[in-house]
């Protein structure tokens, strides 16, 4: 099997046009891919998936060292790789800085029944969030903490804005994310028997204080306004973070990850007793 390499010279390439359009979510959903721009992410994509299907490089910017595992990841996955001359790559690349390489990757979406849920399933749970950045760091969040799925209710963005990817450096490919209705999450945790905890800044009790070492989905919500009042109702319970100081909240990934990490605290100390 021989390597599948092209060189683009041109600003008019098509290729370059559909990377362009790929700014746009409309865009990608419609053809359900998109662009990963820079190393770290695209690595992280390469070490652990088969999504990738297209490499544009420009060899001026990268190392002899990573255009072999780009070449080695291509045989293995019939992947084409685009040669790209400084300026056309300037011309396709998101980034200010880029390091001369992006990939074009395919969506896989997911759906609530394709969670595999653990033993004792721990989820978080976004309502209306708006900010790319803020999901991303949501991804890590819920990742870093071993959660099961991120779910996100209400989305105002899609998950493969580039923001997203470059902010849950590409993790987003690789740990469930989920899109759905209010209706039909809740349908889903009462099916499953998830008790749904919202944090909500003026909550009496203490996310301390509060039982999570049951299954547990952990709701956080937007930037703005909070959780929304139609998710606030269907609640199983509602905690707070104490503040201290002069602020009367926390960032939406900051909140989440001391609340999942509280839960990953308490079931640690079940299983020692």
């Known amino acids: 099997m021989n390597l599948l390499i092209k060189k683009i010279t041109s600003l008019q390439n098509a290729k370059v046009k559909f990377i362009i359009k790929l700014r746009r979510r409309s865009q990608r959903t419609k053809?359900?891919?998109?662009?990963?721009?820079?190393?770290?992410?695209?690595?992280?994509?390469m070490n652990n998936t088969n999504l990738i299907q297209e490499f544009y490089i420009n060899k001026e910017l990268i190392s002899e060292t990573l255009l072999s595992k780009i070449y080695d990841y291509a045989l293995s996955n019939c992947t084409a790789i685009y040669e790209c001359e400084k300026n056309?790559?300037?011309?396709?690349?998101?980034?200010?800085?880029?390091?001369?390489?992006?990939a074009?990757?395919?969506?896989?979406k997911k759906k609530l029944d394709d969670i595999f849920l653990s033993k004792n399933p721990l989820i978080l749970v976004a309502d209306g969030?708006?900010?790319?950045?803020?999901?991303?760091?949501?991804?890590?969040?819920?990742?870093?903490?071993?959660?099961?799925a991120l779910v996100l209710i209400n989305s105002k963005t899609d998950i493969l804005n580039p923001n997203v990817i470059r902010s849950s450096i590409a993790t987003v490919f690789l740990f469930p994310v989920i899109e759905c209705n209010i209706d039909c999450f809740f349908n889903y945790v009462i099916k499953n028997k998830i008790q749904t905890v919202g944090l909500i800044p003026v909550a009496s009790e203490s996310y301390i204080t509060t039982d999570l070492r049951i299954p547990t989905a952990i709701i956080v919500g937007s930037e703005n306004t909070g959780i929304s009042e139609y998710c606030k109702k269907r609640l199983s319970k509602k905690i707070s973070i104490k503040m201290n100081g002069h602020n009367d909240s926390l960032n939406v990934s900051t909140a989440a990850a001391i609340a999942l990490f509280e839960c990953i605290r308490q079931r640690s100390s079940k299983n020692k007793n």
């Open 31 to 45: 053809s359900n891919k998109t662009f990963v721009d820079g190393t770290r992410e695209v690595l992280r994509i």
């Open 88 to 102: 056309v790559f300037k011309k396709i690349t998101y980034r200010e800085n880029s390091d001369g390489l992006i």
């Open 104 to 108: 074009i990757v395919n969506n896989t």
């Open 129 to 148: 969030i708006e900010k790319p950045g803020n999901i991303g760091a949501l991804i890590r969040a819920a990742d870093a903490a071993g959660a099961d």
